[in-house]
């Protein structure tokens, strides 16, 4: 077994490569059968080789951007979802190539047909291999060790992965090291879940010592040291965390990158605004537009714009839960779209929010939030963004200890380029459901353990 676990990558990268290979040998056939005879001056096989090259460098960063070639990583329909994005978003930037090259508008039907056959073939390319590799590679075997509280929130997310995990134990780390030790050989992974600063290093060094995978969930302290600077002035090792958030330069740039996407955005969507807008109104005659006080950088409270999807009376009660019976029948259609949030390219444009960001959390929420979770005010480092981190790896329901581990990895990690990921990935996420599903029902919030979230941020 653990010879086979050392081919797994090996496995990837051959399974991606012949998928990248094939996308190049479909818009070759494509490029010399359509659109090189439409070319008046043609070119040499330097320059057949450049605009092949080009759709392929297309191909694998948008796939890799997308999260596309994690075959034995992501869920089937991640896979997929990502696949069909790269190529499609591969085939339009390819097409004004194409255009260039020509000098002239030329028939997109070749470069639909091509998109249409990689999907079918991206498809059944990943179930192939998805299933060979659950074949070769089962779940593997792990024990949860944990601190004050049961961690049955996390058992149940890693439970929804069973192709790739298989939760067979749980223990509290109270039990004392030598059993935990004892029990740790026994399986394939140990998992270690809110424990105690002093425990979860000890345990940690004797999995490393026994060469035992370890899963930890990591504690804001954890997120911020991952980002810091190594300091090798002397032969003592240092780290340095800057605790500035984004410097004068990445700000400036990032208020370029959301004046461009913003007006770009609002043109184009404009008449989609219209329509909703007038589907609103004709509906039940209230307002268009939805404003709430939400928080931004350094907490400064500005007003939200938002389409309303509930009723004029419910709009500003109380936070969305699941199956909420507020939301209009126009409400769930622009929820579904996800486009009840167009609105807020303005709050982008006026430079009250920014593209990519913390998500704008109600003031009212928030108060709440910080008694309990004291460090969710970390997240006003930066502007609030329409999306973000925990926008793209949470959900609207993800409890506000985890909403502020994602933000404080996004602000501490920040680059133009994280910025370029995460709005290609939003893309992906559109055509997600419990994205932006409601808390349950009995809850008030998004808080659903505060006793337990008082442990957390204790050690």
């Known amino acids: 077994m653990k010879k086979r676990k050392g081919y797994k990558h090996l496995l990837n990268y051959c399974a991606n490569l012949i998928m990248i290979l ?11 059968v359509y659109y090189n005879p439409l070319m008046t001056n043609k070119f040499g096989e330097r320059g057949h080789w450049g605009v092949i090259g080009l759709y392929v460098l297309l191909a694998f960063f948008f796939t890799q951007s997308l999260g596309g070639f994690h075959i034995g990583y992501l869920e089937a329909s991640d896979i997929f979802s990502s696949h069909a994005l790269a190529i499609i978003m591969s085939a339009v ?3 004004f190539i194409v255009v260039l090259a020509v000098r002239s508008y030329v028939s997109v039907y070749p470069l639909v047909c091509m998109s249409v056959i990689e999907i079918i073939f991206s498809i059944i390319w990943t179930m192939l291999v998805r ?4 074949k070769l590679y089962p779940p593997r075997r792990m024990l949860v060790i944990y601190g004050n509280y049961p961690p049955d929130d996390l058992i149940a997310k890693i439970n929804s992965r069973k192709d790739k995990y298989n939760i067979c134990m749980s223990v509290s ?16 992974a140990v998992v270690l879940c809110d424990l105690p600063a002093e425990a979860r290093n000890q345990i940690m060094k004797y999995c490393y010592q026994e060469s035992i995978r370890t899963y930890v969930t990591p504690k804001i302290s954890d997120i911020l040291l991952s980002a810091a600077d190594d300091i090798h002035l002397f032969d003592s090792p240092l780290l340095l965390l800057r605790n500035e958030g984004l410097t004068i330069d990445q700000r400036f740039f990032k208020r370029i990158e959301d004046i461009v996407f913003s007006l770009i955005g609002i043109i184009i969507s404009s008449p989609l605004m219209l329509i909703i807008a007038v589907c609103i109104k004709l509906y039940d005659g209230g307002p268009v537009f939805f404003k709430q006080p939400r928080y931004t950088r350094d907490n400064e409270v500005f007003m939200v714009l938002k389409f309303r999807s509930m009723s004029v009376h419910d709009a500003d009660s109380k ?60 997240r006003t480092k930066v502007k609030a963004g329409l999306t973000g981190y925990a926008q ?33 990935l939003t893309v992906k996420i559109l055509f997600k459901k419990d994205k932006t599903e409601g808390v349950d029902e009995y809850q008030s919030n998004a808080l659903r353990n505060e006793s337990a979230d008082n442990d957390k941020k204790q050690v």
């Open 392 to 424: 793209v790896y949470g959900k609207y329901s993800t409890t506000p200890y985890d909403k502020v581990r994602l933000d404080i990895k996004y602000i501490e990690n920040y680059s133009l380029w994280l910025d370029l990921k995460l709005i290609l």
């Open 93 to 95: 930037v390819e097409y």
């Open 131 to 134: 299933n060979l590799y659950q």
């Open 319 to 378: 936070i969305t839960k699941k199956g909420d019976t507020r939301v209009t029948p126009v409400g769930k259609v622009i929820r579904a779209a996800h486009v009840d949030e167009l609105p807020q390219l303005f709050n982008i444009l006026k430079g009250e929010m920014s593209l990519v960001g913390p998500r704008p959390e109600w003031k009212t929420v928030v108060d709440k939030y910080v008694e309990v979770v004291p460090e969710f005010a970390l």
């Open 173 to 188: 780390y109270k039990v004392g090291y030598v059993k935990l030790y004892t029990m740790a050989k026994e399986y394939e």
């Open 22 to 32: 094939f996308e190049m040998m479909c818009f070759s056939y494509v490029w010399f």
